[in-house]
């Protein structure tokens, strides 16, 4: 069968399923409506056409899920089954009940017919709608095979064509490799000759070049080697001028060490003499002032060595402070 004969086939089966559907659906209405309102209160009849509305809105949705489902081989599961079953049941009972209460088994048979063959309707297209899609997806299964062994096919005759192509083209492409190598072997050999001619020339030349480089080499170690003296001249008349200044300054050290030395000898000499008590000659004194003044005595202690008033002392004293501070400013200054 082709795809038209299936999707004819499986319209007759929707629209006769729905055919069946809607006239049990109209039936049960027609048939439960009396029922529930001899059992409904008067005031609530108008509520009577309410539950068979219900339970055949139940069997709507089922059968509408169970095709969809079936159409794309899914399953639903134990809860479809209840429900489908459930309602087939509640519709046969419903519209078996009136004649069943009457105990008229003809009328329970009637009445039995439509909410039977709607069970039956509803398990029937659903074992032929999983039937029918299990049946296509072989027939697809099958045309997917049977295409690609035709796209194999192709591909293989393609392949082919391209082997026998890349062959040619490897003949062709070995032809021109040999004649590219027998002209390139023609063209390296004039290309070595010429070569060898040019290295000649150049090793004479790298011969020139090296005789003139180490020429200008040796002229270069010549005129280092002169450098080298003069500055080694220079560093030894730098040293011997640094070890000249070197001596200079520790001699000058030394005798202003030595002067020191004296000077503190003199200051001594001039202090042991004690406390006086008349007044040294004015040189005497001075010399004596100054030597206290820079053994850091008190003003005191200076006039009782000298014998002079302490106002003296300390205008000495004063004028010794003003030389001490002129000199170090002149120091910074300089």
């Excluded at 008190?298 to 006039?303: C, D, E, S, Y």
């Amino acid at each position: 069968m082709n795809s038209v004969q299936i999707r004819s086939a499986e319209r007759a089966l929707s629209v006769g399923t729905w055919l069946i559907v809607a006239g049990a659906m109209l039936y049960s209405i027609l048939t439960v409506t009396p029922l529930m309102a001899v059992h409904t209160p008067d005031e609530w009849d108008w509520t009577a056409p309410i539950l068979p509305l219900v339970v055949d809105a139940a069997v709507v949705i089922v059968v509408r899920l169970d095709a969809v489902l079936a159409r794309l081989g899914g399953q639903g599961g134990r809860w479809p089954i209840v429900l489908r079953w459930m309602t087939g049941c509640m519709t046969l009972a419903l519209n078996v009940a009136d004649s069943a209460l009457r105990k008229d088994l003809v009328g329970v048979a009637v009445h039995a017919v439509a909410p039977l063959l709607l069970i039956v309707t509803a398990e029937t297209g659903l074992a032929y709608r999983r039937a029918i899609t299990a049946a296509l997806a072989a027939q697809e299964a099958r045309m997917r095979a049977e295409q690609n062994e035709r796209e194999q096919a192709a591909r293989e005759r393609r392949e082919a064509a391209e082997q026998r192509a890349r062959e040619e083209r490897e003949h062709a492409a070995t032809l021109a490799r040999e004649q590219r190598e027998h002209e390139a072997a023609l063209a390296r050999e004039q290309t070595e000759r010429e070569e060898a001619a040019r290295r000649e020339e150049r090793e004479q030349a790298e011969a020139r070049e090296r005789a003139e480089r180490e020429a200008r080499e040796r002229r270069e170690r010549e005129r280092e080697q002169q450098q080298r003296e003069r500055e080694r001249l220079e560093r030894e008349a730098a040293q011997r001028r640094e070890a000249e200044r070197l001596e200079r300054e520790a001699a000058a050290r030394r005798e202003q060490a030595e002067r020191e030395e004296r000077a503190a000898r003199e200051r001594a000499a001039l202090l042991s003499g004690g406390s006086v008590n008349e007044k040294l000659p004015e040189d005497r004194a001075r010399a004596v002032v100054h030597a206290a003044f820079a053994e850091g005595l008190a003003v005191r202690a200076a006039a009782d060595l000298c014998g002079w008033s302490v106002g003296w002392v300390s205008t000495r004293y004063q004028e010794y402070r003003d030389t001490t501070v002129g000199r170090t400013l002149e120091g910074a200054s300089s």
